[in-house]
């Protein structure tokens, strides 16, 4: 099994910025493709930024060239640097580890961390 652990969370005004960290358990981390998504009452969950196992990104149009997805293997650490926060950042923020199962993938979620951005 493997565990997700969100931090970094918090109020931030307009402009300012946060970075969220993933510590992963277990041994899936390495060869997982992560991702950090968001979601706000009444919406659905939405991919923000995401990484694979080599390293390629890929980022939600309004956060280019805003926010950073990095991870580190060695830790089993995946971040997400959050510059340039809008209040339309804000949301409840999941980190997502998604690896390939026998007949289709198979996902694991964090319990989430809020961000609240204030103008």
């Known amino acids: 099994q493997v565990q997700l652990v969100e931090s970094g969370g918090g109020s931030v005004q307009l402009g300012g910025s946060l970075r969220l960290s993933c510590a992963a358990s277990g041994s899936i981390f390495s060869v997982a493709t992560m991702g950090w998504y968001r979601q706000t009452p009444g919406k659905q969950r939405e991919l923000v930024a995401g990484?694979?196992?080599?390293?390629?990104?890929n980022y939600e149009d309004s956060v280019k060239g805003r926010f950073t997805i990095s991870r580190d293997n060695a830790v089993n650490t995946m971040y997400l640097q959050m510059n340039g926060l809008k209040p339309e950042d804000t949301a409840v923020y999941y980190c997502?580890?998604?690896?390939?199962?026998?007949?289709?993938?198979?996902?694991?979620w964090g319990q989430g961390t809020q961000v609240t951005v204030s103008s």
């Open positions: 997502n580890a998604q690896v390939s199962g026998t007949y289709h993938p198979i996902n694991f």
């Open positions: 990484i694979t196992s080599t390293g390629n990104t």
